[in-house]
């Protein structure tokens, strides 16, 4: 039974930073590229950060170039995202997901509420 579960979530002042984690189980997680997704209300769901299975290449979004970055630690099947310069807009559920192309499978966690207020 795969698992994904967020967590890190909650308020942050403008300016702040969070670091959020994504444990998960079930799946080879090296061979998964792994994804963190946002949804702000009344919008579609944006992808924000990707690390790839092989070889760790990264890649974001303009909107938050800079100021996040995704990592993994495939010995925790664990993979993080340390978000910086928070900024009101970045409020949203954000989303976990595992990616196994080989397979062609797609896992979501239940998602972790960030609220950038002052």
């Known amino acids: 039974q795969v698992h994904v579960v967020e967590s890190g979530g909650g308020l942050v002042r403008p300016g702040g930073s969070l670091t959020l984690s994504c444990v998960t189980s079930?799946?080879?997680?090296?061979?998964?590229?792994m994804n963190w997704y946002r949804q702000a209300p009344g919008k579609e769901r944006e992808l924000v950060a990707v690390?790839?299975?092989?070889?760790?290449?990264?890649n974001y979004p303009d909107s938050v170039k800079g100021r996040f970055t995704i990592t993994r630690d495939n010995a925790k099947n664990t993979v993080y995202l340390q978000m910086n310069s928070l900024k009101p807009e970045d409020t949203a559920v954000y989303y976990c997901?595992?990616?196994?192309?080989?397979?062609?499978?797609?896992?979501w966690g239940q998602g972790t509420q960030v609220t950038v207020s002052s």
């Open positions: 079930g799946f080879t997680f090296s061979f998964a590229d």
């Open positions: 690390i790839n299975g092989a070889g760790g290449g990264t």
């Open positions: 997901n595992a990616y196994v192309s080989v397979f062609r499978r797609s896992y």
